[in-house]
């Protein structure tokens, strides 16, 4: 699936297969891909560097599907997505991270897809060499170079062979070469037989260097973008140690390996940090846990204002230093989000107003809706229990009726509790099916219906007990 050949109307289509409702939300974010298509078309250069994205604000309370939106279409995209909360950032000066972190950490996103997609488009090549290695580590060839004699290292001569030993030599050499031929072949056929999976060898594999530096590297370092680790890497290399495996793990081990000489380092850090620059999804959670202005200029609320403050040039566009390059923000999409229950959206500063222009409420889940998010969505809870449990042997399925309670109970429990949205619906799950998983491996291959009845005598006591329900749903 190509994301730039898809219309507004088929990403919300590919959207409903997992997110139930929320119509205006999801159009808004398809517009926002499919634009950033329309500016990907433009042949005007310097007018597609003046096309940026439109911003978006998702007000709705917990669990009605603001996080889900935005990964999925992360994932539809198949774009850099990190999900931040807001109020983990502090304003500058305060202890806590620093909101360019949030760039810095979609980057190493980037770079880990990145690198995948380079692992792939090697993996045949490094598998048949890692086979090869195997064959040579299996047949007893592959061994450390030996040391250099010790009088050579003390510039020592040998007497110069005579033409009848340097044939001889020779013919010793060709003989033994011949010899690991053939073996090398016959191992190379048990191999490929699968025969040697379970056997035990002995590779060669890295280890990273002192856990002290990489802590010194991230922790010193991060802020200026300089990638300490690698340097630090090159005046401390890895130091190499054998371990004991099975051939199987091995040849992962050393796929891997060989993989990582295949590709090129440089050329997949400028592919992550286009992607990030041009496809990069951030989606900035609890954003109105930060709204508000200073008043009193202290207490804990001091720097709210602040951390907006910081926040907004990476929304309105700069550069963010990273150890793989100068990211510019200009283009990644920010999807911001927050229930907005007691402060409001023009809480916030203007200046971050005007930076996410585009706002969409989110509606409250309605029983009908619990019901359907149930069953339709195609990772929908049912469907995932009903394929756990057949692990077990167990056909388990759900009446109608069944659903349609489950969906009551979820609302009344958010109305009696504390309203947390489809979330609701894991607890309840899980508690109807408690008893089930735990006896399902001694309960053997049966059929099981889940109807009404069930449901009730399962969830009805913790329902109706409120105090309870508090603890336990």
């Known amino acids: 699936m190509i994301i730039d050949d898809l219309t507004p109307r088929e990403i919300v289509e590919q959207l409903d297969r997992y997110i139930i409702g929320q119509d205006d939300a999801k159009r808004s974010v398809a517009i926002a891909l499919r634009n950033r298509a329309r500016r990907r078309a433009l042949e005007d250069e310097e007018l597609r560097d003046e096309v940026i ?13 603001k996080t889900e939106i935005a990964r999925r279409l992360a994932n539809l995209a198949n774009s850099p997505f990190i999900k931040v909360e807001a109020t983990k950032f ?54 450390s170079q030996a040391a250099p004699p010790l009088a050579a290292m003390l510039g020592a001569t040998e007497p110069t062979p005579t033409p009848e030993q340097m044939a001889a030599e020779r013919d010793r050499r060709e003989q033994m070469a011949r010899q690991e031929e053939r073996v090398r072949n016959f191992t190379r056929q048990r191999l490929a ?58 040849r992962r081990v050393l796929t891997y390996q060989e993989a990582d000489k295949l590709i090129d380092g440089q050329e997949v850090g400028r592919r992550a940090l286009e992607a990030t620059e041009e496809n990069g999804i951030v989606f900035v959670d609890e954003l109105d846990k930060v709204a508000g202005r200073e008043t009193t200029g202290h207490g804990p609320d001091v720097s709210r204002e602040g ?28 999807i911001c989000a927050g229930a907005f229950h007691i402060s409001k959206p023009s809480d916030l500063i203007p200046e971050l107003q005007g930076r996410i222009p585009l706002r969409v409420e989110l509606d409250s889940l309605t029983q009908e809706d619990f019901a359907r998010i149930l069953v339709e969505p195609d990772n929908s809870l049912v469907k995932q229990y009903i394929a756990l449990l057949a692990t077990e042997g167990i056909e388990l399925t759900f009446g109608e009726d069944a659903i349609t309670e489950l969906a009551r109970l979820a ?32 309960i053997g291959e049966q059929k099981i219906p889940i109807d009404a009845d069930y449901v009730q005598k399962q969830l009805q006591d913790v329902v109706e007990d409120q105090d309870l329900s508090r603890y336990m749903l």
């Open 53 to 65: 994205p439109k911003n978006i604000l998702m007000i709705g309370p917990t669990g009605v599907g």
């Open 90 to 143: 502090t304003e500058v000066g305060y202890v806590g991270r620093d909101v360019e972190a949030i760039i810095r950490d979609l980057m190493e996103i980037a770079y880990r897809m990145a690198e995948d997609e380079a692992f792939a488009a090697v993996e045949e090549e490094a598998e048949r060499r890692a086979n090869e290695r195997l064959v040579n580590i299996l047949a007893g060839v592959e061994k």
């Open 193 to 250: 037989a699968g025969e040697l999976e379970d056997q035990e060898i002995e590779v060669e594999v890295e280890e990273p260097m002192m856990q002290s530096m990489q802590i010194f590297s991230a922790a010193g370092m991060e802020e200026m973008g300089m990638d300490m680790q690698n340097m630090l890497g090159n005046l401390f290399p890895a130091r190499k140690s054998t371990k004991r495996t099975t051939v199987a793990e091995a």
């Open 307 to 334: 951390v907006q403050r910081d926040i907004l040039p990476i929304i309105e566009g700069c550069t963010v230093m990273t150890k793989y390059g100068p990211v510019n923000t200009d283009h990644i999409l920010f």
């Open 411 to 442: 609302q009344l429990v958010n109305e009696q509790t504390e309203n947390i949205g489809a979330r609701r619906l894991y607890t309840l799950m899980e508690r109807l099916l408690e008893e089930l998983s735990f006896e399902a491996p001694e």
